[in-house]
């Protein structure tokens, strides 16, 4: 009989997609996620928000690109401290505009991240996403033709 604890580690060679947005405690589990991928094998490619790239790679993660707007210039910015402290119609306005850009951005972002000719996460065998990207996530996975997850 096979002692269990050999098994416990199983390797995998995958290459898998991690879409994360939002703030960092949105992108955390993700990168966590992204750590313990890569301790068994895998090949996660990661992409985060552009004032993220620093945090998930400090940590260890060995693939990280840009994804979409920088979360915390979009909601902390001058223009946004501003912007709600305004009447409530302004502050409506603003926060529409804001979200209007970042999905844009994001959408932007996924193509050229997965299907633009060279991109970077095209290829990938499986596909994980934060809540925050779950819709776009599922017509992407639909088009390459591979498997979703969103962390919960």
């Known amino acids: 009989m096979t002692d269990p604890k050999e098994n416990a580690m199983i ?17 955390q589990p993700g990168v966590c996620l ?3 991928l890569q301790a068994r094998g895998a090949r996660p490619v990661v992409a985060v928000p552009p004032n993220l790239v620093d945090f998930a790679t400090s940590v260890g993660v060995q693939s990280v690109l840009p994804l979409g707007l920088d979360t ?3 909601w902390s910015s001058d223009e946004a401290n501003t912007a709600r402290s305004r009447n409530p119609i302004a502050k409506i306005r603003f926060a529409l505009a804001t979200v209007r850009a970042g999905f844009r951005a994001f959408d932007d ?3 050229e991240l997965f ?18 990207g779950q819709d776009r996530a599922l017509v992407l996975s639909q088009k390459l033709g591979i498997p979703l997850t969103v962390l919960r």
């Open 34 to 36: 992204a750590l313990e």
């Open 109 to 111: 972002a996924l193509a």
């Open 115 to 132: 299907l633009d000719e060279d991109a970077p996460m095209s290829g990938v065998d499986a596909l994980v996403v934060s809540p925050l």
């Open 11 to 27: 390797e995998v060679d995958h290459r898998i997609g991690i879409m994360l947005y939002g703030s960092r405690g949105d992108i």
């Open 72 to 74: 915390h210039t979009a």
